[in-house]
């Protein structure tokens, strides 16, 4: 059986929040209701910064360590942890229940909801991060979507080798291992799994399931190109 569990697709050395992976379960076991309670039981709320006029912060739990640069127009809704030196840039929005890593980035209109991300992990532009992880140094490409819920509302479930897996998760995006690298408007539907290091193509639209270490998802387009003045217009 393929091995789900955090260090398959993370460093967790010398992470501070790295006790959030509970010891023998998959990766995904971090989200929802674990993280909740991690959050919970958080007692550092401090604000470590000089918040600059236009910067939204909604409800007391939300914690910013120093080096952060927080742009106006972002908007924060406890309870967050943001680590130290992060950038949220102009209308990024991060919704509950989310860890951002030290020298990670959300991006300008970028919405963050219910999700870890790792020391180094970018979502620069008009991304859409629900109920996942990203790995250590993972780049979005703009425009990608981390999609965390099925239309037909049920428990997001993957089928690898056969084998249908349960997450218990209704709401579940994506688990992003380290270095990986999305192309511009990639959508991950619920339950992707990539492997550190891989690479998805621009427009490349993903299923839920495991993609192993250092994959690439191309996507081949047929193009055809006309003069326009061989064109008959009427």
């Not at 023998?24 to 550092?44: F, I, K, R």
């Not at 979502?123 to 703009?142: E, F, K």
């Not at 999609?147 to 993957?158: H, Q, Y």
């Amino acid at each position: 059986m393929q091995d789900f569990s955090p260090g398959t697709f993370f460093s967790l050395e010398g992470w501070l929040h790295a006790r959030i992976f509970a010891a023998g379960q998959p990766a995904w076991s971090a989200l929802g209701a674990q993280l909740a309670t991690y959050l919970d039981a958080w007692e550092d709320w401090s604000i470590q910064i000089n918040l600059p006029e236009g910067v939204h912060i909604l409800g007391s739990r939300v914690h910013i360590a120093e080096g952060c640069h927080i742009e106006p127009g972002a908007v924060i809704i406890g309870p967050a942890i943001i680590g130290a030196n992060a950038q949220i840039r102009t209308g990024a929005y991060v919704r509950q229940h989310v860890i951002l890593g030290e020298g990670s980035l959300v991006g300008a209109h970028t919405e963050v909801k219910g999700a870890i991300l790792f020391p180094g992990a970018k979502a620069p532009h008009q991304a859409y991060v629900g109920d996942s992880i990203l790995g250590r140094d993972v780049n979005l490409g703009a425009g990608t979507i981390l999609s965390n819920v099925k239309n037909v509302g049920r428990e997001v479930t993957m089928r690898i080798g056969g084998e249908v897996i349960h997450t218990g998760l209704r709401k579940f995006g994506a688990i992003l291992g380290d270095g990986v690298k999305t192309g511009c408007n990639t959508v991950l539907n619920p339950g992707v799994l990539l492997g550190p290091g891989s690479i998805t193509y621009p427009n490349a639209t993903l299923r839920g399931g495991f993609y192993p270490p250092r994959t690439i998802i191309k996507v081949r387009q047929t193009q055809q190109t006309i003069e326009l003045d061989s064109l008959r217009l009427t």
